[in-house]
């Protein structure tokens, strides 16, 4: 916060480029940090008075907030990482999102595993039914994205403490295929 929006401007600037050289340092590469939510918002006061009345708001600052997305690829130092940017001066953190980098070969996995259970269990069906399976007539797939993990953020200054410990856990696919097969009698 200053007292006018040049002075809280060049504050936040000096502040960020303090953290993106301090990420940068940590391994982080320019494409993998974002700004996001840059805003400047005036602060007011305004007085109550005591005749019940409100008096004008005056404006008696200026307040800038920057947001920084970061991607973190080496999950080892992602504690490090949160810890180095609260001693930094960062007091607001968000979501932390896990995601794969490359989900396509996962998925692909995911679609011939569905491919064959799918195809398996029409056998069963038309064994049990005394008929065979002929043709494929349709294959469709339903597919959809997982959405990635999210952590609630805890108030930064609370994880200056002690390293941030940080649990990935795994991101699962999901395809389901439908197979219509014409039946041979």
């Known amino acids: 916060d200053a007292e006018t929006a040049g002075e809280a401007l060049s504050a936040n600037s000096a502040a960020m480029r303090e953290v993106l050289a301090a990420l940068k340092e940590q391994g982080i590469a320019e494409k993998d940090l974002q700004t996001?939510?840059?805003?400047?918002?005036?602060?007011?006061k305004q007085e109550n008075r005591t005749d019940g009345?409100?008096?004008a708001p005056v404006i008696v600052g200026y307040a800038v907030s920057n947001g920084l997305t970061v991607r973190v690829r080496d999950l080892?130092?992602?504690?490090?990482?949160?810890?180095?940017?609260?001693?930094l001066g960062v007091n607001q953190?968000?979501?932390?999102?896990?995601?794969n980098d490359d989900p396509e070969t996962a998925i692909e996995a995911a679609r011939k595993q569905a491919v064959e259970k799918a195809a398996a269990?029409?056998?069963?069906?038309?064994?049990?039914?005394?008929?065979?399976?002929?043709?494929?007539?349709?294959?469709?797939?339903?597919f959809a994205r997982p959405m990635p993990q999210m952590y609630a953020a805890a108030p930064m200054a609370k994880m200056a403490d002690e390293s941030v410990p940080i649990a990935s856990g795994e991101n699962r696919y999901s395809v389901t295929v439908n197979i219509t097969y014409a039946i041979e009698q």
């Open 36 to 44: 996001t939510d840059f805003s400047i918002q005036p602060k007011y």
């Open 93 to 99: 953190g968000g979501g932390i999102t896990f995601s």
């Open 76 to 87: 080892a130092k992602l504690g490090e990482i949160i810890d180095r940017s609260v001693t």
């Open 53 to 55: 009345t409100y008096e």
């Open 121 to 142: 269990k029409a056998k069963t069906l038309t064994e049990a039914a005394g008929v065979r399976i002929g043709r494929i007539v349709e294959i469709s797939e339903n």
